[in-house]
């Protein structure tokens, strides 16, 4: 069946460094993609949605500039998480779009937990 | 907008035990997507069930049931015979238009905790 992976499944990063989360459909093109955050104990908060070859799509409240998005081919959406801090040690997690004629499913990552000191 | 309420944060039960998971839903599309999700603690989201708006049909699948209830907008979730591996945190979502690949509202969560 469809897979998407997610690399890397845990990172801990200093304050002030960029970090770089990875969603690769293995099987699929998916020209939609999310990005999705957790806190602790907390649900699922969508970030953004990422096109292929056009700009990410940012939910209120989401800094485009913090939380920089790149689908710059169908099998691969990055996440980047410029100047951590501290704030943004969180869950993040990616859903993709498999789209057939008759037939649309989403496929989630394993996530990525983010713990910045 | 879209609103997804699990009112039950945490629930506890001892292993064969039933228990249901309640989803209330707001939404103003006339089609639209309900999902089921599993969070296990090592944090991956386990695809549970999907089911369009149209199909008010339960379903049962192994010692898992759902109940949809178009009328009062809930969409609730039981598991028979619990087992200490449903431990896990449980997810309602929503998707909006008449896309069952599109961006999903999710509700808080509720943790469920079987015990031996």
């Known amino acids: 069946g469809a897979v998407v992976s997610q690399h890397p499944s845990r990172v801990i990063c200093k304050s002030g460094t960029s970090v770089k989360i990875e969603c690769r459909s293995l099987d699929f093109q998916a020209t939609t993609m999310f990005w999705y955050r957790q806190f602790p104990k907390k649900s699922l908060m969508l970030m953004a949605t990422s096109n292929e070859g056009s700009k990410a799509t940012y939910e209120q409240g989401v800094e485009k500039d913090k939380f920089l998005i790149n689908h710059a081919s169908l099998t691969l959406s990055t996440l980047t998480v410029t100047s951590a801090h501290p704030e943004d040690s969180s869950f993040y997690i990616c859903s993709a779009r498999f789209s057939a004629r008759t037939n649309e499913k989403l496929f989630f990552g394993s996530g990525t937990q983010l713990s910045v000191l | 907008a879209q609103k997804v309420t699990q009112a039950q944060t945490e629930i506890s039960v001892v292993e ?54 178009k009328s009062t907008s809930s969409f609730n979730f039981t598991i028979t015979a619990s087992q200490v591996v449903d431990s896990a945190v449980y997810f309602c979502a929503l998707s909006e238009a008449r896309a069952a690949g599109n961006k999903l509202t999710f509700g808080g969560g509720t943790r469920v905790l079987v015990k031996p």
Do not use: H, M
Request: proline share 4%; glycine share 4%; aromatic share 20%.
């Open chain 2, 16 to 69: 064969k035990e039933d228990v249901t998971l309640d989803c209330v839903y707001e939404t103003r599309d006339t089609t639209y997507y309900l999902f089921w999700y599993k969070q296990p603690p090592s944090g991956e989201l386990v695809f549970l069930i999907r089911r369009n708006s149209f199909d008010e049909q339960n379903e049962i699948s192994g010692r898992y049931s759902w109940n949809f209830q």
